[in-house]
């Protein structure tokens, strides 16, 4: 989703119990690490993100292609808001507007 890639250095295998992944430029990294406790209540990290190009809605609909599941919407009438999915493992992140969709309704100054 993120566009990010694996380090040709470091490939993230089957069993590995670490799994880092990079942004196109290199410059920033996650690093996701395996813990034997199931999700509890709520996820200790959780990411809001924004599609690089395109619409929120196209984005959703691009994710929940590749097994995302939609859990909650609040998306408002105005085109604010987001969207709440959670990824194949029950882990939760939200879609929020593209910049350029929140650059073309801001007013004009």
């Given at each position: 989703?993120?566009?990010?890639?694996?380090?040709?250095?470091?490939?993230?295998?089957?069993?590995?119990?670490e799994?880092?992944?990079?942004?196109?430029?290199?410059?920033?990294?996650?690093?996701?690490?395996?813990?034997?406790?199931?999700?509890q209540?709520?996820?200790?990290?959780?990411?809001?993100?924004?599609?690089?190009e395109?619409?929120?809605?196209?984005?959703?609909?691009?994710?929940?292609?590749?097994?995302?599941?939609?859990?909650?919407?609040?998306?408002?009438?105005?085109?604010?808001?987001?969207?709440?999915?959670?990824?194949?493992?029950?882990?939760?992140?939200?879609?929020?507007?593209?910049?350029?969709?929140?650059?073309?309704?801001?007013?004009?100054?």
């Amino acid at each position: 989703m993120l566009d990010y890639t694996e380090d040709p250095e470091d490939p993230n295998e089957p069993g590995h119990e670490e799994c880092m992944i990079q942004s196109p430029d290199g410059r920033h990294r996650l690093l996701f690490i395996e813990v034997p406790e199931q999700k509890q209540i709520k996820n200790r990290l959780h990411f809001d993100l924004r599609p690089r190009e395109g619409l929120r809605d196209e984005e959703l609909t691009r994710l929940i292609a590749l097994g995302a599941t939609q859990v909650a919407d609040r998306r408002n009438p105005d085109g604010t808001g987001w969207v709440v999915l959670t990824d194949p493992e029950g882990n939760e992140f939200c879609i929020l507007r593209s910049e350029a969709e929140v650059a073309a309704t801001r007013p004009a100054t």
